[in-house]
């Protein structure tokens, strides 16, 4: 079952633009993760918030979280062509073990 | 470090045969994750191991799919009889242990087309 759902499911913008990506979820969660997948390549993970923790940054990387809202959000700034790819939000369900992964927002940055 | 190994890259079969895909985790992590992405139904977890038992296998989507560790640095999910349904990118994933906490660290795939 989908946990977490992205949005917009596809964005495009230009180099040097920022990106915003958002992700609800349904259940109360302990930790939310983001990752990236290149075309033809397995996720990589990009950075992991805890549910007491209301932001963090990794780098051009700014999460936030709303445990209220069930909610979070992704922004890349200053994108690259780099950075185009599909992003996804990844969730824990409380005491289980496994990540719940939406179906991504596809993201294409225009030289 | 080497990542996770996936193996074969491509996988092309028809209707009926058997497939088997492996995976080798990282060293040191005690958790693995099988999934399969599809465009209509994005990335699903099929089943995931801890110190290599079984957990949840409440993906796995038929009796035609099974998975086995028999070691930390060994795993396979075998599809049998394949259908043309079973067509996608299959993932593993592994990570130090089962737990939101950490992050996974995913193979590159494997793509199996049946024919």
């Known amino acids: 079952s989908q946990q977490g759902e992205e949005d917009p499911q596809a964005l495009s913008i230009q180099e040097g633009e920022n990106a915003t990506m958002n992700c609800s979820y349904k259940?109360?969660?302990?930790?939310l993760q983001w990752y990236r997948q290149n075309s033809g390549r397995g996720l990589v993970h990009l950075i992991l918030i805890r549910s007491n923790e209301r932001e963090k940054h990794s780098g051009r990387l700014r999460v936030t979280l709303d445990t209220s809202k069930k909610s979070s959000s992704l922004l890349i700034t200053a994108s690259r062509a780099a950075d185009t790819a599909s992003y996804f939000c990844?969730?824990?369900?409380?005491?289980?073990?496994?990540?719940?992964f939406g179906k991504g927002t596809k993201l294409s940055v225009k030289p | 470090d080497a990542g996770v190994i996936q193996s074969p890259r491509h996988e092309v079969t028809e209707m009926g045969q058997e497939v088997t895909l492996r995976c080798k985790p990282i060293s040191g992590h005690n958790s693995l994750f099988w999934y399969r992405q599809t465009m209509m139904r994005g990335l699903e977890l099929l089943i995931y191991f801890n110190n290599n038992v079984p957990i949840d296998d409440s993906g796995m989507p038929e009796d035609r799919f099974s998975a086995k560790m028999p070691n930390a640095s060994f795993s396979t999910l075998k599809i049998q009889p394949s259908e043309p349904r079973d067509s996608a990118v299959y993932f593993c994933a592994s990570s130090r242990t089962a737990s939101g906490a950490y992050e996974q660290y995913f193979g590159p795939g494997t793509r199996l087309t049946v024919t």
């Open positions: 990844a969730t824990d369900r409380g005491s289980q073990g496994n990540l719940i």
């Open positions: 259940t109360s969660i302990n930790n």
